[in-house]
């Protein structure tokens, strides 16, 4: 089947450690997005890529950083810097960068 | 600079009867709109989108939007609810940022639907 996988589906970490929320898609897409949810509000962009080897932040990057090494993959950590993370964090991906956006079934973070 | 409003945070209705999502949005060029839903503790799934084409869109499970230039408005209607289309509805719009189709979110409407 074709589609988005986020790992793990829930995520529980302590004050102070980083993090890696794994995103990997088989749609041979070149674009992919990651974005938070918090409750009672839309999404907000907190980095893309529009191809392997470059992405650029979004409207809430600090406290974020990601990786583009395959076309496929494109993990997220939260860091120790990232004030507030509790957050549902759902990774999308689309053909183009001005293609429909595809969303993956998300990762819960809490913090502990 | 483009935008969404959501105009109803909950909307609830009976099984059978009709649902009405209403947004407005804002945008200084003719935009692309679309509606995602989420269910609980999932991800979006894309209901249907407008890109400029036929006003009326019809997209999956029944739903259907209408474009409205006028009034600048993309409400998304169904005729009859079914328990399944309980989820959360997010009306989107694209905003052309440096090249790459930035989504703008509205906050989101909670859709209830009663036996």
């Known amino acids: 089947d074709g589609g988005i996988t986020q790992s793990p589906k829930y995520l529980f970490r302590k004050e102070g450690q980083n993090v890696t929320l794994s995103c990997e898609q088989n749609l041979n897409h070149d674009a992919m997005y990651w974005y938070r949810q918090d409750p009672g509000q839309g999404l907000r962009l907190i980095y893309y890529s529009q191809i392997v080897n470059d992405f650029q932040k979004g409207d809430i990057a600090e406290g974020y950083s990601v990786s583009r090494e395959k076309k496929e993959s494109f993990p997220l950590t939260v860091t120790s810097a990232q004030k507030n993370p509790t957050a549902f964090y759902l990774c999308a991906s689309s053909q183009g960068a001005t293609d429909t956006q595809y969303f993956g079934p998300g990762t819960r973070l809490t913090v502990l | 600079a483009q935008s969404v409003t959501q105009l109803d945070s909950h909307v609830s209705v009976s099984e059978g009867t009709p649902v009405l999502l209403r947004c407005n949005y804002s945008s200084s060029y003719s935009p692309s709109l679309f509606w995602y839903v989420q269910h609980p503790n999932k991800g979006l799934q894309l209901l249907l989108k407008y890109t400029s084409a036929a006003t009326l869109v019809k997209g999956i499970n029944g739903f259907e939007a209408e474009f409205k230039k006028s009034e600048t408005s993309f409400h998304l209607t169904k005729p009859s609810a079914h328990m399944s289309d309980a989820a959360e509805y997010f009306c989107?719009?694209?905003?052309?940022?440096?090249?790459?189709?930035?989504?703008?979110f509205g906050a989101g409407t909670r859709l209830a639907v009663h036996p």
């Open positions: 989107v719009v694209i905003s052309d940022s440096g090249g790459y189709n930035k989504l703008i």
